[in-house]
């Protein structure tokens, strides 16, 4: 949830006004990274699916759906649900079919000529496959550019030697002192107290650097098991476990958002799982007495595979 707060800061919002605006028209366009901007997709597509829209813009509607799926397959081999020969097939017949329906819809002068550009994804997913190469995650690639990004904003562009030299010096330096601090005891954030042989606490747990759960945060351990965090904690050889109450299951509201009951008046046992067995949801609301929807980041579908 913290990522959709960034989203929609004042910052992001002050700093989003396209350069080109005409007149005194100023279109504002989402300014965010590729993590943020699936969070937002997600919450784009449980809107679309939810609403009820008017027969009139049924082929407006159509043309969205295409795009979704070029998305949905390219997200589906990020996650090794399909391989990258699948995933290349898929992803020239999707992209062709949106190609066709937009221009149907929207003729042909609303046409950007990048869209083209998915055939070549598509074409380095076959070459992947044939020499059995690993595709890079974006979000690997967009790590390594902002932790650069940071310490080249800072050096002076002289000579390209200099210059390069300079900024790779500092990012290892970054890096070592980042594992250099770096111990199994920072999993745990925040007053630590012992129940039985783990060492628990109420705020928070860091995994792999990066990942914070706390208390409160819901969690998808299937397609139709949720679950709330109670508290976070380390077992006696230093290995993270997170405490879980289940919610009850009621029922599906799309493929991404799922009713369940507050468990607050249950009685409901706590058991312990390790983190990488549950999928930190999206987003969570409340809709009525002790029920409320939780928007998974993942389709539910794929949630905890």
């Not at 390209?160 to 770096?182: C, E, G, I, P, Y």
């Not at 409901?268 to 930190?280: E, K």
Request: hydrophobic share 40%; glycine share 4%; net charge positive.
């Amino acid at each position: 949830m913290a990522n959709l707060a960034r989203i929609f800061s004042d910052y992001n919002a002050r700093h989003a006004v396209c350069e080109n605006a005409v007149k005194d028209f100023q279109q504002k366009k989402i300014k965010a990274k590729c993590n943020e901007l699936l969070d937002l997709y997600a919450i784009i597509r449980h809107r679309i699916d939810t609403t009820t829209f008017p027969p009139c813009v049924s082929g407006e509607l159509n043309v969205y759906q295409h795009a979704c799926s070029v998305m949905d397959v390219i997200l589906a081999h990020k996650r090794g649900l399909i391989s990258s020969r699948e995933a290349a097939a898929s992803l020239r017949s999707r992209v062709a079919n949106y190609i066709n329906k937009h221009k149907e819809i929207y003729g042909r002068t609303k046409f950007r000529p990048k869209v083209h550009w998915m055939y070549d994804v598509a074409d380095q997913l076959d070459y992947a496959a044939d020499h059995g190469l690993p595709c890079v995650d974006q979000f690997v690639i967009e790590r390594i550019h902002l932790a650069i990004k940071s310490r080249a904003e800072n050096v002076k562009k002289s000579k390209a030697d200099a210059f390069s030299t300079s900024v790779l010096q500092r990012t290892f330096h970054d890096k070592m002192q980042h594992w250099a601090n770096w111990h199994d005891s920072q999993y745990l954030q925040g007053k630590v107290a012992r129940r039985g042989e783990l060492r628990c606490a109420p705020v928070g747990c860091i995994f792999d650097g990066s990942l914070l759960m706390g208390k409160g945060d819901v969690v998808f351990l299937a397609p139709q098991r949720l679950a709330r965090i109670q508290w976070c904690a380390l077992d006696r050889d230093g290995q993270p476990l997170v405490a879980l109450t289940p919610l009850p299951y009621i029922r599906h509201v799309t493929d991404r958002s799922v009713l369940v009951q507050d468990p607050d008046w249950l009685d409901a046992d706590v058991f312990y799982v390790q983190p990488d067995r549950v999928s930190l949801a999206l987003a969570w609301h409340f809709c009525r007495d002790r029920i409320y929807s939780a928007l998974a980041r993942r389709g539910v579908s794929v949630v905890g595979s």
